[in-house]
């Protein structure tokens, strides 16, 4: 079936083309559509495209930063601005792939490879939506009802940047270094006042159909002092109401049994 390609110079205006067809699908870097296209997927026969420049920026606002769904992972590598998320981008893929691959189209990856997602769920990121639709909405709201999206044209996201640099940390677990596909991946924010824990945000890659928050590891941590007792307690409830998948890369039970040590060596400020 012949794919053809419609070319937009407005946010607005690639909006509604997308949200008009069932069969269309947006192309932003084109990680996950072109690798469609090349396995004869016959789900859509229309890719959308975007040149507004609008769409490739960063920028600050306030205490956040407004960061545009085009906007590479190689370029965030390169923003100033967005140094606190360049160690996550930068182990996103190769360097090919570090270019092509974007910030809202990491938001529909499937769970091995969405680690951008996961830190953008621990540091309470806001979506962005365009179109007639335009709205904005947490995160954690946008991921549980991500095929719901499916036809909709995500613009920007919006991350709080810690005040604290050494408040977010991230790890990723792949079998292959550095560029291997996630076999788990966490990210936290631990923001701290008077020596304790206040807010504390977990998530996890992997672990489940999308990017999911450690619910049970937040409130173990929330009002704590980040010590080795509150990290073992924290660690033993990595997998609290969590069912970790199974797929080619490791089991559900393997993921349980490693969960709690990659997260006490995040959490210890361990590097690995």
Same mark, same amino acid.
């Given at each position: 079936?012949?794919?053809?390609?419609?070319?937009?110079?407005?946010?607005?205006?690639?909006?509604?083309?997308?949200?008009?067809?069932?069969?269309?699908?947006?192309?932003?870097?084109?990680?996950?559509?072109?690798? %469609?296209?090349?396995?004869?997927?016959?789900?859509?026969?229309?890719?959308?495209?975007?040149?507004?420049?609008?769409?490739?920026?960063?920028?600050?606002?306030?205490?956040? &930063?407004?960061?545009?769904?085009?906007?590479?992972?190689?370029?965030?590598?390169?923003?100033?601005?967005?140094?606190?998320? %360049?160690?996550?981008?930068?182990?996103?893929?190769?360097? *090919?792939?570090?270019?092509?691959?974007?910030?809202?189209?990491?938001?529909?990856?499937?769970?091995?490879?969405?680690?951008?997602? +996961?830190?953008?769920?621990? &540091?309470?990121?806001?979506?962005?939506?365009?179109?007639?639709?335009?709205?904005?909405?947490?995160?954690?709201?946008?991921?549980?009802?991500?095929?719901?999206?499916?036809?909709?044209?995500?613009?920007?996201?919006?991350?709080?940047?810690?005040?604290?640099?050494?408040?977010?940390?991230?790890?990723?677990?792949?079998?292959?270094?550095?560029?291997?596909?996630?076999?788990?991946?966490?990210? *936290?924010?631990?923001?701290?006042? =008077?020596?304790?824990?206040? =807010?504390?945000?977990?998530?996890?890659?992997?672990?489940?159909?999308?990017?999911?928050? %450690?619910?049970?590891?937040?409130?173990? &941590?929330?009002?704590?002092?980040?010590?080795?007792?509150?990290?073992?307690?924290? *660690?033993?409830?990595?997998?609290?109401?969590?069912?970790?998948?199974?797929?080619?890369?490791?089991?559900?039970?393997?993921?349980?049994?490693? *969960?709690? +040590?990659?997260?006490?060596? &995040?959490?210890?400020?361990?590097?690995?």
């Amino acid at each position: 079936m012949p794919v053809k390609v419609e070319t937009y110079d407005r946010v607005e205006e690639a909006a509604r083309a997308l949200s008009a067809s069932r069969s269309a699908r947006f192309l932003g870097g084109g990680t996950l559509v072109m690798r %469609a296209v090349n396995a004869g997927d016959q789900s859509f026969d229309t890719i959308i495209r975007l040149r507004d420049p609008d769409f490739r920026t960063i920028r600050m606002q306030g205490d956040g &930063l407004v960061i545009g769904a085009g906007v590479t992972m190689a370029a965030l590598v390169a923003n100033r601005d967005a140094a606190f998320l %360049a160690p996550v981008a930068r182990v996103i893929g190769g360097p *090919a792939i570090r270019n092509m691959a974007t910030v809202g189209g990491n938001l529909f990856a499937s769970g091995n490879y969405g680690d951008l997602a +996961v830190a953008l769920l621990a &540091l309470g990121a806001t979506v962005q939506l365009a179109g007639s639709g335009s709205r904005s909405m947490p995160i954690d709201e946008f991921l549980r009802d991500r095929e719901r999206h499916a036809t909709s044209l995500v613009q920007s996201v919006t991350v709080p940047r810690p005040r604290d640099p050494a408040a977010f940390r991230f790890t990723k677990v792949s079998r292959v270094k550095p560029k291997g596909v996630s076999l788990m991946s966490i990210a *936290a924010l631990l923001p701290q006042s =008077g020596g304790r824990v206040q =807010g504390a945000r977990v998530a996890y890659g992997a672990m489940g159909p999308t990017p999911l928050r %450690a619910i049970a590891v937040e409130r173990a &941590l929330e009002g704590q002092a980040l010590d080795a007792a509150a990290i073992d307690r924290a *660690a033993a409830l990595a997998v609290e109401g969590i069912a970790p998948p199974t797929d080619a890369l490791a089991s559900s039970w393997y993921r349980a049994e490693v *969960a709690g +040590v990659h997260l006490k060596r &995040l959490l210890a400020g361990e590097r690995r």
